[in-house]
């Protein structure tokens, strides 16, 4: 009796798969190269590729005007910080000062 059943689950398997094989080769048989709907597909692709980038972009530049803001805000505060406790001492305890000035600036402003 198992063997029975056995022989008709193997039948239904290999059925199956030859039933699988004849789609596949139908499919092949009436898959057709339509280049005017690969561009159209591949415009809107790129279309939507390059809106995002130009979002990037945007949010890219308000990045950079916030940290350049920062670092100005920032720059006067320090320089308002060395006027306060005497710029011109020369030892200001800050080991990277070169000798007879602060670090280099830059103009932000």
Avoid at 88 to 103: L, N, R, V
Wanted: charged share 25%; glycine share 8%; aromatic share 8%.
């Amino acid at each position: 009796m198992t063997e029975a059943s056995d022989d008709e689950h193997f039948r239904s398997i290999v059925t199956f798969q030859l039933c699988l094989l004849e789609l596949y080769e139908s499919l092949l048989e009436t898959c057709a190269w339509d280049e005017s709907k690969v561009n159209t597909t591949l415009k809107t692709f790129m279309s939507s590729v390059l809106a995002l980038m130009r979002v990037q972009r945007s949010l890219g530049t308000q990045v950079v005007t916030v940290q350049r803001e920062l670092i100005r805000k920032h720059r006067a505060r320090l320089e308002q910080w060395l006027q306060e406790h005497g710029e011109s001492s020369g030892d200001d305890g800050f080991p990277w000062t070169p000798p007879g000035g602060h670090a280099a600036r830059g103009d932000a402003g």
